[in-house]
């Protein structure tokens, strides 16, 4: 399986934005849900948001709520994340990851993206 290839990642203070890109090729990209996890120092990768297929339904978990977006272009087989807002809490290594569930990746990672909140 193709590794997603995550960018976009870097210093930000608090209160800026950052988006992130993730290339996910493959002929069944339009097919699946996709997602965006975290994993900050010392601690387990954690979901951040999903999108449908469609790019119709999006969720997110609650600390980042009305400040991210995700969103996905199916023609290019790309899916960002719009952070605003940001908060030092939101410091780890984003990736993104096609989904096998609610909440669930498939476990193929590719390398991340940092991204640092300085306060």
């Known amino acids: 399986q193709v590794q997603p290839v995550e960018s976009g990642g870097g210093l930000v203070q608090a209160g800026g934005s950052l988006r992130l890109s993730c290339v996910a090729s493959g002929r069944t990209f339009s097919s699946y849900y996709w997602g965006w996890f975290r994993q900050a120092p010392g601690k387990e990768r954690d979901f951040v948001a999903d999108?449908?297929?469609?790019?119709?339904?999006?969720s997110y978990v609650d600390s980042v709520k009305g400040r991210f977006t995700i969103s996905r272009d199916n023609a290019k087989g790309m899916v960002y994340l719009q952070m605003n807002s940001l908060k030092p809490e939101d410091t780890a290594v984003y990736y993104c990851a096609r989904m096998a569930g609610k909440g669930i990746p498939v476990p193929s990672w590719g390398q991340g993206t940092q991204v640092t909140v300085s306060s």
């Open positions: 999108i449908s297929s469609s790019g119709g339904i999006t």
